[in-house]
Each structure stands twice: as C-alpha cells, then as structure tokens.
C-alpha cells in the first residue's frame, strides 16, 4: 500500500499541490501536519509511520517534508528500512524500494555521515584551541541586553530553532534558555537585564 504523507509550516500555506501529487501516485491513506520543519512533535506523521507495514510504501512530495534535517532524514528511513518499508519521493530520484533509489539514498547517507563527523571535528579543534588559551572551551555565558531582546523575538517565532538563535547570539544553547524559554518568554535570571534600561531612563 502506498501511504502519503504532506506537511506545510503554517496554516496560511496549502497542502492542495501536495495532496494532488499524492493521489495522483496512487495513494490510499494521506496524512498531514501542520507544523514547522524543525518541530519535534508530528502527530501525522507519526499515524503514517504507525500504518505502515512491511511491504508499504511511505510517500512524500519533498525530502525535507519528513526531516528536521539530513541526519535526521537519514535515521529515519534506516528505521523504515529495517520495518521492510520503503520511501519514495515524488520531486527527486529517491525510491528505496528500487536499486538505484536505494543507491541514491546510500549517498545522501553518506553525506549525513561526513556532517557528522565535520561538526564532531570542529568542536573538538574549538575545544583544543580554548584549552590552548587556558580556558575549558565553550562559548562565554555573555548575554547583554540588546542580545536578550533579539533572543525573545526569534524564539517567539517558531521558525527558528534554539541552536540556531544561540549560533547567531554568540551565546551556548544553555545560557539562552537560562534567560528565555522556548516561547520567548524572559525568566527570572532576565529580569535584572530588562531592569537596565528602565533604571537608565530615570
């Protein structure tokens, strides 16, 4: 059985291009999200992999309709795989239930791998070069104002994950989550930053 699956970010976008690619490949079960690429939690996605059996066919229009990245794409159609079912992407050359798909897939598979290892390479020489300067590494627990209001409205968007706002803040993901929660939000250790300005202008 071919089973689609489609996904938009928000729900101003429309799933009908999707859905009309989906049916016209022939599949009997469709489900849908409406979330963010990044989100954790797909309630649809997760029936569509829970209908699935082995044989099945998973079926979406994009790669990244189903990833939060290629990682993660990856592990999860290892996990398919292992179940007996197969992925086919209508926009690209991807079908594992084929030999060439399946050799297509092997190569995004090692890409994924050589990211990891590029970051894990990375890290380490950032951590050697802090140790160098006598430091124990990581990024300094610096949050400034300006930079705490930055981090209140990115978080506030949904579109923007925690990793990528503390990269581009220049902060660890563990200090901005000290100042801001995951809805933008400011905590307690916030309060003497925002109380600046408020003192400065009496």
């Known amino acids: 059985m071919l089973i689609g699956y489609m996904r938009v970010s928000t729900a101003e ?35 569509a992999l829970d209908t699935a059996r082995e044989g099945d066919t998973l079926v979406i229009w994009k790669l990244d309709r189903i990833g939060r990245s290629l990682p993660h794409v990856v592990g999860l159609v290892g996990e398919l795989q292992k179940q007996g079912i197969g992925l086919k ?23 994924a791998e050589f990211e990891r290892d590029l970051i894990h390479e990375r890290t380490m020489a950032g951590l050697a ?7 124990a590494g ?3 627990r610096m949050m400034t104002r300006p930079k705490l209001k930055t981090a209140m409205a990115m978080m506030a968007d949904r579109e923007n994950s925690a990793r990528d706002v503390a990269t ?7 200090t901005l989550y000290a100042y801001v929660d995951s809805k933008g939000q400011p905590r307690p250790r916030a309060a003497d930053l925002l109380k600046k300005r ?4 009496k």
């Open 168 to 174: 581009q803040l220049g902060v660890s993901l563990s």
């Open 89 to 111: 992407v209508l926009t690209g050359d991807v079908d594992t239930t084929t030999a060439t798909g399946r050799l297509v897939f092997g190569i995004f598979a090692t890409l």
């Open 129 to 135: 070069a802090a140790r160098a300067r006598g430091r």
């Open 138 to 140: 990581g990024r300094p």
């Open 13 to 47: 976008q429309s799933l009908d291009l999707q859905r009309d690619a989906l049916e016209k490949a022939g599949c009997r079960k469709i489900y849908e999200d409406v979330c963010s690429g990044r989100a954790t939690e797909r309630p649809g996605l997760a029936q």
């Open 198 to 201: 408020s003192v400065a202008a």
